[in-house]
C-alpha cells in the first residue's frame, strides 16, 4: 500500500540532486508534490515529467527560498494546487569550503540565506497550514558532527539546522507535528559534481572513512527522508538521522 496516500508534499530544491530523488521517492508513494525550483526550471520540468510518467502527481513551482514572498508563494502554490500541505522537505542548500582566511561575508551571508534563513522562512509558511500528523524533514548533513577541516561556514549552518529541528520539534509537538532531519554524508550530485568534490581527494577521503565504503546515492537519503514523513516514523519527532554509510 502506498505509505502517503492523499498526502501533499513541498520539497525545496527540487530540480536536481538529492531534493529530486526526494520529490519523486515521496510521488512513488502516492504524495502529490510540489517541485520547487530557484534557477533551473527544465531540471524541475524533467522531475515533473518523470513523475507525471510514473502515473504521480507533481508541478514545477519557481522560488528563492531566502526571500519570503517566495517562500510564501512555494507553500500556497501547494494549497492553491492540491488543497492542503501535509509534509514538507526543506532541501535546499548551497555549500562551498572556505578555509577560515578566505571566509567573506559575502560567503557567510550566501550560505546563512539559503540553508537557515532560507528553511526557516519556507517553515514559517508551512505551519500555517499543516495540521495534526504534519512532518517536516530537513535535509542537513554529516558535517555537523564530523566538523571537516575548511567547512567552517557551511558546517555552521548545519549545525543550526539540527538545532532549529530540535526546537521547532518541541514548539510543534503539541500541535501534533513532527519534526526531524536527516543528515547525509558525501552523497553523487549535480552539487558535488560541479563543486569538483567527485574524483578529488575528497571523495577519496570520504569512501576511506565511510565504514561502507562507498559515497552515497540521491536515493539512499529520498527513502530516509520519505520514511520520516510517512507514518511509520510516527514516533520519531527532534531526530537528526545520519544517513552516511556510518561515516561520523
Ligand atoms: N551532496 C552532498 O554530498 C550533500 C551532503 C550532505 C548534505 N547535503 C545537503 O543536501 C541538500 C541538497 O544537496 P545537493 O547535493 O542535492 O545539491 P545540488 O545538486 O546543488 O542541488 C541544490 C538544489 O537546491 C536548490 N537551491 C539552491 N539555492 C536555492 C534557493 N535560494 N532557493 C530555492 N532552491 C535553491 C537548487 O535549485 P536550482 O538548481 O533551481 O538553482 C537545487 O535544486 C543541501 O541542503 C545540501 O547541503 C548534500
Known sequence: MSKLAGKVAVVTGASKGIGAAIAKSLAAQGASVVVNYASSKAGADDVVAAITAAGGKAVAVAGDVSKAADAKGIVDAAVETYGRLDILVNNSGVYGFSPIEEITEEHFHKHFNVNVLGLLLVTQAAVKHLGEGGSIVNVSSVVSRITPPGSAVYTATKGAVDGITGVLAKELGPRKIRVNSVNPG???????????????????????????????????????????????????????????????
Do not use: Y
Open 186 to 248: 558525501m552523497v553523487a550530485t549535480e552539487g558535488t559534481h560541479s563543486a569538483g568534490f567527485i574524483g578529488s581527494d575528497l571523495e577519496t577521503w570520504a569512501v576511506s572513512t565511510t565504514p561502507l565504503g562507498r559515497i552515497g546515492q540521491p536515493d539512499d537519503i529520498a527513502e530516509v527522508v520519505t520514511f520520516l514523513a510517512s507514518d511509520e516514523a510516527r514516533w520519531l519527532t527532534g531526530e537528526s538521522l545520519i544517513a552516511s554509510g556510518g561515516a561520523r
